[in-house]
C-alpha cells in the first residue's frame, strides 16, 4: 500500500522518487531501493526498477546478521540520463560504483543513514567521507549523496547533508544538514567543471547553527518520547525566554 501511494504521489506532482526499503522476498530480507517513476509500465506500473545492497557493513554480526546480500549493479534510464545506486556501504569499496559505470552509469545516487556532516563535503581533504572523492574521480561521474539525520550509538541526533558532486569533483550544491530540506541542482552531463559551492555550513553564524541543533534536538527527543506537547514555565528572564523560542520553532507557536 505505501509504494502505491508513492506512486500516486510521483504522478500528482511529475517527479521521480527513490525511496529505501526492507523489501522481503520469501523467506529473504534485502536493503532496497525502489525507483519509482509514474511512467514506468512496470510490473508492478509506477516501478521502473529496484536495487538490492550488495555490500553490507558491519560483517556477520552487522547488517549481514539481519538482511541478505544483493548482487545486481542495475542501471536505469531516467528521462534520458543513465542513473545507478550505490547504497550507502556500497560506496566505501570500489567494486559497485565501478560495476554500475561500466553498465553506463552516468549519474550515481548514493542514499545514506550515517551522519554525514556538511564539513565532510565541504572540507574533504582529512575526513573519513575521502572514499567519496575517490569514487568520483574513478568513475567521472556525477555524485548524489542524500543521508539521513540518524542516531549515534549514544542516541543522539546527528546532522545529515544532502549533495551534488560534478565528475571533476567539484562541489554543485549541498544543504545544511539540520533541516528537512529541498536540493535543487542543474545536471548537464555536457558540463564537467564548475565552481563549488557555497558552504551551506560555515557561511552561517555560529548562532544559527547552534540554534538549528537546538531546534532538530528537541523536536526528535519530543517526537521519540511521544509527546504532542510541551508545558513551559516562564520567569520572563533570558534563559526561559530563549527555552521558549526553541520550544516554539522546534513544535510550533501553537
Known amino acids: 500500500p505505501s509504494i502505491r501511494r508513492l506512486v500516486t504521489l510521483a504522478r500528482e506532482l511529475d517527479i521521480i522518487l527513490a525511496v529505501g526499503m526492507t ?26 526498477g529496484t536495487h538490492r545492497k550488495s555490500a553490507l557493513a558491519g560483517g556477520p554480526t552487522g547488517e549481514a546478521s539481519v538482511w541478505d546480500q544483493g548482487n545486481d549493479a542495475n542501471v ?46 565541504t572540507r ?28 549515534d550509538p549514544d542516541g543522539n541526533l546527528t546532522p545529515g ?32 567543471n564548475g565552481e563549488n559551492a557555497a558552504d551551506p555550513y560555515t557561511e552561517r553564524p555560529a548562532e544559527w547553527r547552534l540554534f538549528e541543533a537546538l531546534k532538530l534536538g528537541v523536536g526528535d527527543y519530543l517526537h521519540k518520547t511521544g509527546f504532542r506537547s510541551a508545558v513551559l514555565g516562564l520567569s520572563g528572564g533570558i534563559d526561559s525566554a530563549v527555552t521558549a523560542v526553541v520550544a516554539a520553532a522546534a513544535l510550533g507557536a501553537d
Request: proline share 8%.
Open 76 to 121: 536505469f534510464t531516467i528521462r534520458g540520463h543513465k542513473v545507478g545506486i550505490a547504497i550507502c556501504f556500497e560506496s566505501v569499496e570500489p567494486e559497485t560504483c565501478a560495476a554500475l559505470r561500466a553498465n553506463g552509469a552516468e549519474i550515481i545516487l548514493a542514499p545514506y543513514a550515517n551522519g554525514t556532516r556538511p564539513t565532510d563535503i
Open 23 to 48: 523489501e522481503l522476498d520469501g523467506n529473504r530480507a534485502y536493503i532496497t531501493h525502489v525507483l519509482i517513476d509514474p511512467a514506468a509500465p512496470g510490473p508492478p506500473t509506477g516501478i521502473l
Open 124 to 151: 574533504p581533504a582529512d575526513n573519513q567521507r575521502r572514499y567519496i572523492w575517490d569514487r568520483v574521480r574513478e568513475n567521472q561521474v556525477w555524485y548524489i549523496g542524500c543521508d539521513a539525520t540518524p542516531h
Open 161 to 192: 547533508t544532502a549533495y551534488a558532486i560534478r565528475p571533476d569533483g567539484s562541489l554543485a550544491a549541498a544543504n545544511d544538514g539540520f533541516n528537512d530540506d529541498l536540493l535543487i541542482t542543474d545536471f548537464d552531463p555536457a558540463i564537467n
